[in-house]
């Protein structure tokens, strides 16, 4: 199986003042903890890291043992384009994807295993986990309007695997009507593909800000 991580991140909500995945967490780069995880798959035969270029070198060095196994890939100014690059950098072979996001460190290479497994007998999945807040859904003014069925409700993680020549389409789509999202499942949704979640746990959670550093640094230890 292909996999693609997405590391061109400013980590603005961080404030790091730098990418965020290069951030030290317990002694090692944040990505370097995603990279170690995925590495222990055994699923995983090829790996791209989709980054910006002037990231390039301090971030193969941070990958440590990992640096020469990794395909390099330059990332876009948004994760919609780094992926799409990324897409179009797979090797010819690659019939079928995953794409984590590098900022999801805690991710158990059992999961990935089973993401991949279930790519097997579906064009589309998401990892996902069952939304257990009441939402609101507000207006303008931050005023409720609505509270949805959380029956219905699943908060997206990653990976998410595709079929390679229809992400490339849908990718190819939303260049051509301008489409913005923040996740490759979106690009199924606006085109009415199924894609099926795969329930996943609440370690794996996205490194936004500091406090989740700390968290992470507790799953680690």
């Known amino acids: 199986m292909h996999l693609l991580i997405p590391a061109a991140g400013s980590g603005n909500r ?16 944040l990505l370097y903890w995603t990279v170690k995880a995925v590495f222990l798959s055994k699923q995983i035969s090829w790996v791209g890291i989709i980054g910006q270029p002037f990231d390039k070198k301090e971030i193969l060095f941070s990958l440590k043992e990992f640096s020469d196994k990794v395909n390099w890939i330059n990332g876009g100014d948004s994760r ?21 996001d590098g900022a999801r460190c805690l991710i158990k290479p059992e999961l990935i295993d089973k993401c991949s497994n279930e790519l097997q007998y579906n064009e589309a999945i998401i990892l ?4 257990v807040d009441t939402i609101k859904i507000v207006n303008e ?22 079929l390679v020549s229809k992400l490339k ?7 051509e009507e301008n489409w913005s999202v923040t996740d490759d499942a979106s690009l199924y949704e606006r085109l009415n593909w199924p ?27």
Do not use: C, Y
């Open 195 to 221: 894609v099926k979640i795969i329930e996943g746990n609440s370690i794996n959670i996205k490194i936004t800000n500091p406090m989740d550093l700390k968290i992470a640094s507790l799953f680690l230890n």
């Open 14 to 29: 961080m404030k790091a003042g730098k990418n965020k995945l290069l951030l030290k967490l317990n002694g090692e780069s």
């Open 128 to 131: 996902a986990m069952k939304v």
């Open 169 to 175: 389409h849908a990718h190819q789509k939303a260049l």
């Open 141 to 162: 003014n931050n005023i409720i309007k609505e509270t949805p069925n959380r029956d219905f409700l699943w908060a997206a993680q990653t990976p998410q695997g595709f």
């Open 80 to 100: 919609q384009e780094s992926v799409r690059n990324g897409l179009n950098n797979l090797p010819d072979n690659a019939t079928k994807v995953l794409i984590h």
